[in-house]
């Protein structure tokens, strides 16, 4: 009786420690997921998240506002994706330069994957392949190497200027149509990628890139395949009805493969014969190994020089429709430029990329631009590699970590005046510039690897321009002065279109 009595005792004793210690545990994990919760958003629905309050246009200025009620760095769910949106410098500086051993993934894109954009380092996670291939084109568009470059860029610079007082209409950069501005840019890529001269207006591997980056920026825009959202369909072979987006991915991929390898065996067969126009990125690295690349290193080279047209042609030109645009806008910053310019270079020669360091007002007007109307204002997304905590918030692994670039840049405390364009801002100090180009060129070990190569191309449109235009608002059919009208598109590269009513005059 005693035996069953303490063996009683000692059960109910034993299940009530069990419950308390299940309490206590639980009490411990709540406090540690509450210390560990996710960052505050906007309440969204079931599934859906908050796919439905995703603006169409200008995500980044909805983003600020949603910063004023959420904090610098808020939380949205788009059908079951975490995106995590920085809004300030510190937060954008800590987690993706201080954390960048973290911080310097990419968020997987399934359509993307399916068309094989992944192959380039842009997009491909951060490890052993991604490293070598963007080591290729860090050593080839290191600052040393640039100025093999600066005839090219002066020289395409000064075709740019010929063709828009021919036409100042065609200046504008319509989606598929190779028009002055990205024409010259696109040839001054191509040249620098593969030693390859374009030919004419609908030149096949220009058009060719721009189809390639239409279609990389179509797969790329989240929302705009369910693959991205329910990965398992994936699986479902082309043949089944209703899986057009695999049909898609085919054919998108065979585009992709044929940007990849034409070009890259042009070039090949050009050094062999020794007809390769060099210095380029690809001859250079055939040269360095005596034409014997390998397999393996042949194929990294082949998916590495996409990122190059792509990274580099949208960025430049609505970098340089930007400039327009400002010069339009504020006469007075292009007046002063002018003066600047005929001090340092004079009127007997045009300027060159190599004038740069002498010519600190041109350095800050492009700093203003990177600023006022960042190419990438929402930048290209990072992602952790692992669950990382921000300010006692959590930010899981895998999650899209989108810095507001337009917003950062645009913070009146650091920037008083944010929407005016306005060189003077930095003083003429390059310390004050570089602060800019640290974010509006990207972040941590992901900084863009053509940066130095892009400031070489701008400055060249800039300076030349410059010295030899005045930048005009056009004159509408009753001879009244009409001021451009523009607008932003809403992709990773945004574009200024509808920017066409400059015309310039010889001075
Ligand atoms: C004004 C011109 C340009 C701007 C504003 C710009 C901006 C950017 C930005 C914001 C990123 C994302 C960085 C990040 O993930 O944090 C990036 C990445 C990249 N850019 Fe640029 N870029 C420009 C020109 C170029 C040029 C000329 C090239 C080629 C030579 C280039 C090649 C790339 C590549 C390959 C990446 C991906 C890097 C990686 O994921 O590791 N860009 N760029």
Known sequence: MDFIANRSLSLLYGSISAVLALVFFSIVQKRKSESRRIPPGPRGLPLFGNALQMPKETPWLTFAEWSKIYGDVFYINVFGTSVIILNSMKAAKELLDKRSAVYSDRPKLNMASLCGYDRTFTLQSYGHEWRQQRKLVVQEFHPTHCQDYYALQDERAAAVVHKILQDPSRLTYAKMQIVNCPRQIGAVILRAAYGYTVQSEDDPWLKTGLEMMHEFDLATTLGNFTVDFIPWIKYIPAWVPGASFQKKAQQWRKNYDRVAWEPLTWTKNNWESGRAVMPNMCGNIYEAAGGQLGQEVETRLAYALPGVLGGGLDTNVTTALSFFMAMIL????????????????????????????????????????????????????????????????????????????????????????????????????DAEMDKVRNVAFGFGRRICPGMHFAEGTFFAIVATTLATCDILPGLDENGQVALPKYAFTSSIVRFVFRCHLMHGTVV
């Open 330 to 429: 504020y006469p007075e910053v292009q007046m002063k430029a002018q003066a600047k310019l005929d001090r340092v270079v004079g009127k007997e020669r045009l300027p060159s990329v190599s004038d740069r360091p002498n010519l600190p007002y041109i350095r800050s007007i492009m700093a203003e631009v990177y600023r006022w109307a960042p190419a990438g204002p929402l930048s290209v997304p990072h992602a952790p590699n692992h669950d990382d905590e921000y300010d006692g918030m959590l930010i899981p692994k895998g999650s899209m970590i989108i810095p507001n670039v337009w917003h950062i840049l645009h913070n009146a405390n650091d920037y008083p005046d944010p929407m005016a364009f306005i060189p003077e801002r930095y003083n003429g100090r």
